[in-house]
């Protein structure tokens, strides 16, 4: 079962590295233009033709895609035109952001959402529930960037109380623990956005599961051997409805990746996302493809782990 599944990965990876090859080169325009038109006055063909040698895009493509995978296998990412450094550089530059932001929107939208759905379908019918199903069944229909642009609007323009975007106040020398403060405060609202933007699905899938479960007869059975209720709803209830939720949240990974572009654009927050947005209108190809593929191979081994996971939340899917 373990081969057939790391098989299937490893097709999914070869197709996927297929598609980063192929899909920047699908954009309209010539990379060069997009590199140096706003730094030369005038590209003689001559200059063209030797640029164009220079970034390989005289050769076919399939001499690029060969070259392409050759550095991959180096663990040569290219080197990116409007960068100037190397790709593995810029992207290990923009990564532990992204990682900070999303981690913690995550933690904290997988903790709140879990804690108010469990309780919600534990109390299904009652107000607390129906509160709660109302103002996330709204939320639900919200998308990230627009909550984005509400908290800069209240928070950081008319409060004053948080930066408006970026990761950190440039020149201001900050170290030690002012420097964490100063992160933190930058973190605070586009982490709150995509948090809030993920909390419904979380707790609608986790009230969901509590609901199908809490007639089911080992549920009675631990009321029967006098269990207290706590012991019940989170041990028993809980546990049994997590698999939809922590399946989920495998395949949500791929949508946050996507999402967190605009989040980080909105916010101008120096990760991955706002990294591929600036490598898209320079038609970057190197540093887009370098993004793609770290976001490729990140998403293929969060669900590999995923499947690794799977059967010691629920031993039912061994027998699957």
């Known amino acids: 079962m373990f081969g057939k599944r790391l098989i299937e990965y490893v097709i999914a990876f070869m197709a996927l590295i297929i598609l980063n090859f192929v899909m920047p080169r699908l954009m309209p325009g010539d990379p060069i233009d997009a590199i140096y038109g706003n730094e030369l006055v005038?590209?003689?063909?001559?200059l063209r033709e030797q640029l164009r040698a220079q970034y390989l895009l005289d050769q076919s493509i399939w001499s690029q895609f060969l070259h392409y995978l050759y550095s991959i296998a180096s663990g040569d990412l290219g080197y990116s035109y409007a960068g100037k450094a190397p790709v593995?550089?810029?992207?290990?530059?923009?990564?532990?952001?992204?990682?900070l932001l999303v981690g913690t929107a995550l933690f904290g939208a997988i903790t709140i959402?879990?804690?108010l759905g469990i309780e919600s379908g534990w109390r299904r019918g009652e107000r607390l529930d129906r509160y709660l199903f109302a103002i996330f069944?709204?939320?639900?229909?919200?998308?990230?960037f627009f909550i984005g642009m509400i908290l800069i609007i209240i928070f950081a323009l008319n409060l004053k109380v948080l930066p408006a975007g970026g990761a950190i106040t440039h020149y201001a020398g900050y170290t030690g623990s002012e420097y964490a403060i100063d992160v933190a405060r930058h973190l605070i609202l586009p982490a709150t956005a995509l948090c809030v933007s993920e909390l419904s699905w979380?707790?609608?899938l986790m009230r969901g599961g509590i609901i199908s479960v809490i007639n089911e007869p080992f549920i009675k059975?631990?009321?029967?051997?006098?269990?207290d209720d706590r012991t019940i709803r989170y041990r028993y209830a809980a546990r049994n409805?997590?698999?939809?939720v922590f399946t989920r949240i495998g395949i949500q990974i791929s949508q946050i990746v996507a999402g967190?572009?605009?989040?980080?654009?909105?916010?101008?927050?120096?990760g991955i996302g706002y990294l591929l947005h600036d490598a898209l209108l320079t038609r970057d190809l190197p540093l887009i493809q370098g993004i793609l593929l770290i976001v490729t191979i990140s998403v293929l081994a969060i669900n590999f782990t995923m499947d690794i996971l799977y059967p010691r939340i629920d031993p039912r899917i061994r027998h699957v």
């Open 202 to 204: 979380i707790y609608l």
């Open 260 to 270: 967190i572009l605009i989040i980080e654009a909105v916010f101008t927050y120096p």
């Open 137 to 144: 069944s709204i939320i639900n229909g919200i998308p990230g």
């Open 42 to 46: 005038a590209l003689t063909p001559e």
């Open 221 to 227: 059975t631990g009321m029967l051997k006098g269990l």
């Open 241 to 244: 409805a997590l698999l939809p």
């Open 88 to 99: 593995i550089d810029i992207v290990a530059g923009a990564l532990p952001w992204t990682i």
């Open 113 to 115: 959402a879990l804690f």
